[in-house]
């Protein structure tokens, strides 16, 4: 009987263990490689920058490459043009980054993991989450954070879009 008991306790943890992990779940698509560029701006044709601010504000135009494998996303690099003096001064490390929906459940925002960014006027390190747009693959920052590394200085603050093409989007299970 303590066998029965045991093995029905087992099972239960189990059962719980797998329905949790479940809900956690997602899955972007399409697989294959996918490029991240500041998108064009209809209305004048040009390019929409990304504003960066590590201790003075930055202008720049982002690209970078992602992968879709089996449904998870990476960023596998990432680079600053020229907009403002300082872009070639900014740079991202720690290669790639794992991209997953907020928190793992959110349909409408995305979190890069554990970026890392060095600067002349200082370096972060951390999550970046943004708004998402599942119709258009569209990832807007609007003031996020990524925490000074060391911690005590000023954080790094990214506001505008990043357009990824061809556009992805994303499940959750």
């Keep these: 009987m303590k066998r029965l008991l045991a093995l ?3 099972s239960a943890v189990v059962a719980t263990a797998g329905f949790a992990s479940s809900a956690s779940a997602w899955t972007f698509s399409p697989n294959g ?3 991240l560029s500041s998108p064009i701006d209809p209305g004048t044709g040009s390019l929409i920058p990304l504003q960066l601010f590590k201790g003075i504000p930055v202008s720049c135009t982002i690209f970078g490459i992602g992968d879709i494998t089996f449904g998870l996303a990476s960023v596998t690099s ?3 043009m020229p907009g403002s003096f300082f872009c070639f001064a900014i740079s991202f490390t720690g290669l790639p ?5 907020a928190g793992g459940v959110s349909p409408t925002s995305v979190t890069l993991k554990d970026v890392t960014v060095t600067a002349i006027t200082g370096n972060c390190r951390g999550d970046l989450t943004g708004d998402f747009d599942q119709a258009t693959g ?3 920052f609007n003031g996020a954070t990524i925490p000074s590394d060391p911690p005590g ?3 790094c603050i990214v506001t505008g879009p990043v357009a990824t093409s061809p556009a ?4 959750i299970h």
């Design 138 to 140: 569209v990832i807007t």
């Design 97 to 101: 980054y794992d991209l997953e929906p």
């Design 168 to 171: 992805i989007s994303y499940t």
């Design 78 to 80: 990432l680079s600053l």
């Design 8 to 10: 029905s306790v087992l």
């Design 153 to 155: 200085g000023s954080d």
């Design 33 to 35: 490689s996918v490029t």
